[in-house]
């Protein structure tokens, strides 16, 4: 009986799917995104999501403990100089996968997994995006009553600045003209 047991095996033996996660996780990380289907991409999460975690510690140990899993020494290298660069502060949670759809063959549902510091386009998105701030009825009338104070003494002082920096710059730039 198979109870409490979770490990997708992918319809594969041990030495195939144990290649098939070794091959994935070496294209994961030298590419930084692959398309794959979701039982796939879910299984690739749990397999190399233990090895970036070793890789922040740079020493002899956990870099032969990471090749035994990948036998990639290109990834090795990738993983421990600008993968683990990038996470070093992310407590967690290196991977995302996005749905994409079905493929069109076998109708077989297609994500993409990706290494989440790596995404440009989400990352320049987040820094763009704008801090929203929750509305509440105590609050508004609060910052209400101290707008209307604000606002007439707010009018004078911007006016008379005004005022005073448009007479002293006409005469600095004539005298530039002039020079």
Do not use: W
């Not at 994961?28 to 794959?36: G, M």
């Not at 690739?44 to 975690?53: G, N």
């Not at 987040?126 to 707010?154: C, F, I």
């Not at 005073?164 to 020079?179: G, L, N, S, V």
């Amino acid at each position: 009986m198979r109870h409490g047991k979770k490990f997708n095996h992918l319809g594969r033996t041990a030495s195939h799917r144990a290649a098939l996660l070794s091959n994935m996780a070496s294209s994961l990380i030298l590419h930084k995104r692959i398309e794959t289907t979701t039982a796939k991409a879910k299984e690739l999460r749990k397999y190399v999501e233990p090895l970036i975690t070793k890789s922040k510690t740079d020493d002899t140990n956990s870099r032969r403990v990471v090749f035994s899993y990948l036998q990639n020494k290109e990834a090795v290298k990738e993983l421990f100089g600008v993968v683990s660069e990038k996470i070093a502060s992310r407590p967690g949670g290196y991977t995302r996968i996005i749905k994409l759809g079905n493929r069109l063959g076998d109708n077989a549902d297609i994500c993409l997994i990706e290494l989440v510091d790596f995404n440009e386009v989400l990352l320049a998105a987040v820094e763009e995006k704008a801090v929203k701030t929750r509305r509440s009825r105590r609050g508004s009338s609060k910052k209400a009553d101290a707008a209307v104070e604000a606002t007439p003494s707010a009018e004078v002082v911007t006016e008379a600045p005004a005022a005073e920096e448009t007479t002293p710059e006409a005469p600095a730039t004539e005298e530039k003209t002039e020079e």
